[in-house]
């Protein structure tokens, strides 16, 4: 699982520094407006991902439950379900893109040119969406079956594929044109279909897969369609919130100036980088309970999350330490902008040291996830995301703070959310009552 996360980071990386490195060929467009519009830009896409992602991690809740109690026609009867509520959401979600993202841009950066490329990003970007979440889907069901090592061929597919055509599309190299931050926006989407195609290849090409009964279009009645999008929204909810507040702080990063924003989506890199194994661990985590729980070993939950936590730590840590040794060599590979680099290393320092608190309140909330309470998870990310608004709207956008600064609302966010998850978890107020 690990592999299958880091895989597409790489993409990611190669996607930023290619962008970083980029300069129109009339000159308008120079590696620093093509970085920011890739923060700004990048984050606004993945509020519109994240919601499919709950949606998606709602299902994967309900599907390891069905597998910890033993029920391969009930999990995939929920992944039929899933499927369904998923590539209406999308439809849903994609309407709503091309009526509102230009609206949004034009009134919430400052910077004209800044907006005129997110717009035309956006309006590539957006077709991956579908594909995005089914690929995403069929991973979940890897993770809840535990047969996590199917999820290497589609991200491997993707992946190489979006390098391949985000070198080829943003400069502009052989047969193909020019095509800068849109080509970037294409490179994705057609990566997003190719990881689709394999993902869904396998689940109905592989005799692993055989046991679930997966029939995509076969009816489910309203009931269930309607329960489990109830048992999801609370999710999608959280995630809409939660990195909808990242896209503000982004938007206030951009009225510090484009350079700002540009060293920020350098740093954001960084999270690609460290939640490689922690992102895995999470959704680890987040199954492994929901199976526990599925099968009552409540005794062994706490133990779990706790042997998760000191994986989760460990390799933070080790990943921070040579990161923050070699922080001028790293973001000298993005960009030879020296002020963009100056802008960006203190504020990679304060990043590195709360992806700390990040190993732990990482697992910690994906482990009560994994309990089923969604609600619960609901309203401790609002409460989150409400310390985190505050402080960033004081800090960055009244104070106008240095960028290290503003980066400091990273101890802010991830120690609001450890606070929350982990008295809850150590609670054990979640056993149900004999």
């Given amino acids: 699982m690990s592999l299958a996360i880091m895989i597409p980071q790489l993409s990611i990386l190669a996607n930023t520094i290619f962008l970083g490195n980029y300069e129109s060929s009339n000159g308008i467009v120079l590696g620093k407006d093509a970085l920011a519009?890739?923060?700004?830009?990048?984050?606004?896409?993945?509020?519109?991902?994240?919601?499919?992602?709950?949606?998606?991690?709602?299902?994967?809740?309900?599907?390891?439950?069905?597998a910890g109690e033993e029920d391969p026609k009930g999990v995939g009867f929920v992944f039929r379900a899933g499927f369904q509520l998923g590539v209406a959401l999308t439809v849903i979600l994609m309407v709503i893109s091309f009526f509102f993202?230009?609206?949004?841009?034009?009134?919430?950066l400052k910077n004209d040119l800044i907006s005129s490329l997110a717009k035309d990003f956006m309006a590539i970007r957006i077709w991956g969406l579908p594909f995005l979440f089914c690929a995403h889907l069929g991973n979940v069901l890897f993770i809840a079956t535990d047969k996590t090592k199917y999820m290497l061929f589609g991200t491997l597919g993707q992946t190489i594929i979006n390098v391949g055509l985000d070198y080829l599309f943003i400069f502009g190299k052989g047969p193909f044109p020019e095509m800068g931050i849109?080509?970037?926006?294409?490179?994705?989407?057609?990566?997003?279909?190719?990881?689709?195609?394999?993902?869904?290849?396998?689940?109905?090409?592989?005799?692993?897969?055989?046991?679930?009964?997966?029939?995509?279009?076969?009816?489910?009645?309203?009931?269930?369609?309607?329960?489990?999008?109830?048992?999801?929204?609370?999710?999608?909810?959280?995630?809409?919130?939660?990195?909808?507040?990242?896209?503000?702080?982004?938007?206030?990063?951009?009225?510090?100036?484009?350079?700002?924003?540009?060293?920020?989506?350098?740093?954001?890199?960084?999270?690609?980088?460290?939640?490689?194994?922690?992102?895995?661990?999470?959704?680890?985590?987040?199954s492994m309970v929901s199976n526990l729980y599925g099968?009552?070993?409540?005794?062994?939950?706490?133990?779990?999350?706790?042997?998760?936590?000191?994986?989760?730590?460990?390799?933070?840590?080790?990943?921070?330490s040579v990161l923050f040794l070699f922080r001028k060599q790293f973001l000298g590979?993005?960009?030879?902008?020296?002020?963009?680099?100056?802008?960006?290393?203190?504020?990679?320092?304060?990043v590195l040291s709360a992806a700390l608190i990040f190993s732990f309140s990482t697992i910690y909330f994906n482990a009560m996830l994994?309990?089923?309470?969604?609600?619960?998870?609901?309203?401790?990310?609002?409460?989150?995301?409400?310390?985190?608004?505050?402080?960033?709207?004081?800090?960055?956008?009244?104070?106008?703070?240095?960028?290290?600064?503003?980066?400091?609302?990273?101890?802010?966010?991830?120690?609001?959310?450890?606070?929350?998850?982990?008295?809850?978890?150590?609670?054990?107020?979640?056993?149900?009552?004999?």
Avoid at 39 to 66: E, P, Q
Avoid at 380 to 392: A, D, N, Q, R, V
Wanted: glycine residues 6%; positive net charge.
């Fill in 37 to 66: 519009v890739a923060g700004v830009a990048g984050i606004y896409h993945l509020v519109y991902a994240m919601v499919t992602f709950g949606l998606a991690s709602g299902i994967l809740m309900l599907m390891s439950r069905k």
């Fill in 101 to 108: 993202s230009d609206a949004f841009f034009d009134f919430s």
């Fill in 182 to 286: 849109e080509g970037a926006a294409l490179a994705s989407t057609i990566a997003e279909l190719v990881s689709f195609l394999i993902v869904f290849g396998i689940i109905f090409y592989s005799s692993a897969f055989k046991q679930f009964k997966i029939s995509l279009f076969k009816k489910v009645e309203v009931v269930f369609l309607k329960e489990y999008f109830i048992k999801s929204s609370p999710l999608m909810l959280q995630y809409l919130v939660s990195i909808g507040a990242w896209e503000v702080f982004f938007i206030y990063i951009e009225h510090l100036g484009e350079r700002a924003l540009g060293a920020s989506q350098i740093i954001r890199s960084v999270y690609g980088v460290m939640g490689i194994i922690v992102w895995a661990l999470a959704n680890t985590v987040t």
């Fill in 295 to 320: 099968q009552k070993a409540y005794n062994q939950i706490i133990p779990l999350t706790k042997k998760v936590l000191a994986i989760s730590f460990t390799y933070v840590a080790i990943v921070s």
């Fill in 333 to 350: 590979i993005y960009t030879d902008d020296i002020i963009v680099i100056q802008l960006a290393e203190p504020a990679l320092g304060i």
């Fill in 370 to 434: 994994g309990l089923g309470n969604t609600q619960r998870n609901l309203i401790y990310e609002s409460i989150t995301i409400f310390g985190y608004l505050i402080f960033c709207y004081i800090v960055v956008e009244k104070m106008r703070s240095p960028l290290w600064v503003a980066w400091t609302s990273e101890y802010v966010y991830w120690s609001l959310m450890l606070l929350l998850s982990g008295v809850y978890i150590h609670s054990k107020k979640w056993i149900p009552k004999a």
